[in-house]
């Protein structure tokens, strides 16, 4: 490991029971279990968390922004994708 | 030493630990190795703090004599001070700090642990929202110590030096008095001197983990339960007191 730098980390925190992790930034640790401690600190300092994962940055493949138009242009046309054409009750929530 | 008396000065010890632990704490803002770790400090310094402000206005309720949180916060002199003496050791280096940190968190875990079990509802409540705060104070500052005592070379002897200088400090902890009699006796509060053993295992366990070692013997100092300071306790409460001496009746 590098001396000078401590490896990034992304923070995933779920506010609630029933919801999903959700990315809310990143950190630097030297470890796993210093990430959850530092994430703890940082983010959830304002009762924002129920649960936290740490995932390395380095561990995150992401998509190109080069291939956007190949990726996402395609779903353009296709309205009929969206719930839209029906009423959803009041009750289902977080959709 | 009537009731009243013991009492006060029981919370006011639980209290002053707080406070200037809390306050040195305070002093690593902005400085901090890393911003995560500032950060943390700040947490822990804010949790002790939040401490402080419970005991201390428990304390002022116990003196029945006009003194709120504030008032036995920033104007009283070094003298009526009542906090260990470990708790005012200068912050020094990051491993100083964190030295210091742990052999009180390890301390501090087993006393709020034992005040839960108060006959004083008051202090049961204040004890029992404390143990959760100090539990994770003491993971923290205890996976420090085992990082530090474990890393480099240079990290390794920079934080043994830290223990032999701070080992000496923890005497206060475990003093046992007439105040501290009246508090196990009745049921109140709890017998510093029994704390010891759960502090001791805590320390080899860590130590077992970190590859660190305690110096065979430990001459320990007393003296800050009755108002005995070292001089670094009059710089601090300078700094901490300027100014509400300055303007009494400030407000935020």
């Given at each position: 490991?590098?001396?000078?730098?401590?490896?990034?980390?992304?923070?995933?925190?779920?506010?609630?029971?029933?919801?999903?992790?959700?990315?809310?930034?990143?950190l630097h640790a030297a470890d796993a279990e210093?990430?959850?401690?530092?994430?703890?600190?940082?983010?959830?300092?304002?009762?924002?968390?129920?649960s936290i994962w740490v995932v390395p940055a380095s561990a995150i493949t992401a998509s190109s922004p080069d291939e956007k138009d190949l990726l996402f242009d395609p779903a353009d046309d296709k309205v009929y994708r969206h719930p839209t054409f029906y009423d959803l009750p009041d009750e289902v929530k977080h959709m | 030493m009537t009731r009243m008396d013991a009492r006060f000065d029981y919370l006011l010890r639980l209290g002053d630990d707080a406070l200037i632990l809390g306050q040195q704490l305070g002093l690593w803002t902005g400085h901090g190795p890393v911003l995560e770790e500032d950060i943390a400090l700040t947490n822990i310094g804010l949790d002790q703090i939040g401490q402080a402000r419970a005991w201390l206005t428990l304390a002022g309720r116990a003196e029945n004599a006009d003194r709120d949180e504030d008032k036995l916060a920033y104007f009283r002199v070094q003298a009526d001070f009542r906090n260990a003496l470990l708790c005012e050791r200068?912050?020094?280096?990051?491993?100083?700090?964190?030295?210091?940190?742990?052999?009180?968190?390890?301390?501090?875990?087993?006393?709020?642990?034992?005040l839960c079990r108060?006959?004083?509802?008051?202090?049961?409540?204040?004890?029992?929202?404390?143990?959760?705060?100090?539990?994770?104070?003491?993971?923290?500052?205890?996976?420090w110590m085992v990082r530090l005592g474990d890393g480099t070379e240079e990290s390794h002897a920079k934080v043994q030096q830290s223990l032999n200088d701070l080992l000496p400090y923890v005497g206060d902890l475990f003093h046992s008095d007439a105040c501290t009699q009246a508090a196990a006796s009745e049921g109140?509060?709890?017998?510093?001197?029994?704390?010891?053993?759960?502090?001791n295992t805590r320390l080899e366990d860590m130590l077992a983990d970190s590859g660190l070692t305690r110096p065979e013997t430990v001459p320990e100092q007393v003296g800050g339960r009755e108002g005995r300071h070292t001089e670094q306790l009059s710089y601090l409460?300078?700094?901490?007191?300027?100014?509400?001496?300055?303007?009494?009746?400030?407000?935020w």
């Open positions: 490991m590098d001396k000078k730098n401590w490896p990034l980390w992304e923070i995933f925190i779920r506010s609630r029971q029933g919801l999903s992790h959700r990315h809310v930034g990143s210093m990430a959850v401690e530092n994430a703890r600190d940082v983010y959830t300092r304002r009762q924002e968390g129920a | 200068p912050n020094g280096h990051f491993g100083d700090t964190i030295v210091r940190q742990f052999l009180f968190d390890a301390y501090a875990v087993g006393l709020h642990e034992g108060s006959t004083d509802d008051e202090i049961a409540a204040i004890a029992r929202k404390s143990a959760k705060e100090s539990a994770y104070h003491l993971r923290h500052s205890r996976a109140w509060g709890v017998d510093p001197a029994g704390l010891r053993e759960g502090w409460l300078a700094e901490m007191q300027v100014l509400p001496r300055t303007y009494p009746d400030a407000q």
